[in-house]
Nanobody, 122 residues
C-alpha cells in the first residue's frame, strides 16, 4: 500500500489547513490510519488516529479540540482538519497505516506517506 500526503503550506497563526492522505494499492478500510508530525530537531510524535470504520478517533493533548481526523473509505482518503493553528504546530506531517488496533506508537505502523510540511508563522 502507498500513502500520499498533501495539503501542507505556510499559514499565519490562527489559520486553518486540511491535510489529505490518499491510499493506493489497497483499500483504506483495511487500515487503522494515523497522523504523526516531526518538528525540526525533535522526535516524531503522535497527532491523531482513527479506526478502520471511522467510528472512533483519538488525539494528542496538544491538538485536542483544534484538530479533527476523518476518513472517507469510498475515496480511500484520510483527512486532518487543523484549526486555530499555532507556531508550535510547525512540523512535517506524516500519515501512517497499520493493520493492528489503535496505538499511538509510530513503530506500530508499517506504511508511511512522504510527509507534508506545515509552517505556522506568528
Amino acid at each position: 500500500v502507498q500513502l500520499q500526503a498533501s495539503g501542507g503550506g505556510l499559514v499565519q497563526a490562527g489559520a486553518c489547513l486540511r491535510l489529505s492522505c490518499a491510499v493506493s494499492g489497497g483499500s483504506s478500510s483495511t487500515y487503522t490510519m494515523a497522523w504523526f508530525r516531526q518538528a525540526p530537531g525533535k522526535e516524531r510524535g503522535f497527532v491523531s488516529v482513527i479506526t478502520r470504520s471511522g467510528s472512533r478517533d483519538f488525539y494528542a493533548d496538544s491538538v485536542k479540540g483544534r484538530f479533527t481526523i476523518s476518513r472517507d473509505n469510498t475515496k480511500n482518503t484520510v483527512y486532518l482538519q487543523m484549526n486555530s493553528l499555532e507556531p508550535e504546530d510547525t512540523a512535517v506531517y506524516y500519515c501512517a497505516a497499520g493493520t493492528g488496533g489503535i496505538t499511538r506508537s509510530w513503530t506500530s505502523y508499517p506504511y508511511w506517506g512522504q510527509g507534508t510540511l506545515v509552517t505556522v508563522s506568528s
